[in-house]
């Protein structure tokens, strides 16, 4: 099975100031068309996850810019740009290219 | 708008059964892999088991294999998971997804204890 390892797994913030989150995976999760299918996820209290990158860099629909996503191969990150009030919970990186996928452990990112 | 509403979660005895259901509206769901993931609580996202777009292919946990099986019903656009022998650790927040994580359901609330 892939294990996907985020760091770090707590992430103390300020608001207006950027904030970063490592996601490596224990193979490439590069699949056989070429695309990668890593996602980020945000978790807030009490909520369902929903998705906020999908394949690496692409921001799903009604997610603020200051979110983005990048990396390659085995090694991503997620960068938040100025920490808003709104970003607090449980972000989860996820590799969906080797069935059926499999989530990070999970960073907590609070104030 | 694309909706996915669990239903079924309880409270149950070690070693009883339970359904899960995932109705979808907006979405159909012979067109996507489709998954249950659940959350115990105060901790992380664990899958449980998925089914491919065609249905030809389903996975499980080692954790739920032979205990838990995956289903769905495409003329009622339904997906079930159907559990027996609980365990107390299989107490979680169930949540059907799609398998790229681009659509959830709320969860349901599965307790198992005596």
């Known amino acids: ?111 | 708008e694309v909706q996915l509403l669990e239903s079924g979660g309880d409270l149950v005895q070690p070693g009883g059964s339970l359904r899960l259901s995932c109705a979808a509206s907006g979405f159909t769901l012979r067109s996507y892999a489709m998954s249950w993931v659940r959350q115990a609580p105060g901790k992380g996202l664990e899958w449980v088991s998925a089914i491919s777009a065609s249905g030809g292919s389903t996975y499980y946990a080692d954790s739920v294999k032979g205990r838990f099986t995956i289903s769905r019903d495409t003329s009622k656009n339904t997906l079930f998971l159907q559990m027996i022998t609980l365990r107390v650790e299989d107490t979680a927040v169930y949540y059907c997804a799609e398998q790229q994580g681009g659509y959830w359901g709320q969860g349901t609330l599965v307790t198992v204890s005596s």
């Open chain 1, 1 to 111: 099975d892939v294990v996907m390892t985020q760091s770090p797994l707590s992430l103390p913030v300020t608001l207006g100031q950027p904030a970063s989150i490592s996601c490596r995976s224990s193979q490439s999760v590069v699949y056989s068309d070429g695309n990668t299918y890593l996602n980020w996820f945000q978790q807030r209290p009490g909520q369902s996850p929903r998705r906020l990158i999908y394949q690496v860099s692409n921001r799903d629909s009604g997610v603020p810019d200051r979110f983005s996503g990048s990396g390659s191969g085995t090694d991503f990150t997620l960068k938040i740009s100025r920490v808003e009030a709104e970003d607090v919970g449980v972000y989860y990186c996820m590799q969906g290219t080797h069935w059926p996928g499999t989530f990070g452990q999970g960073t907590k990112v609070e104030i």
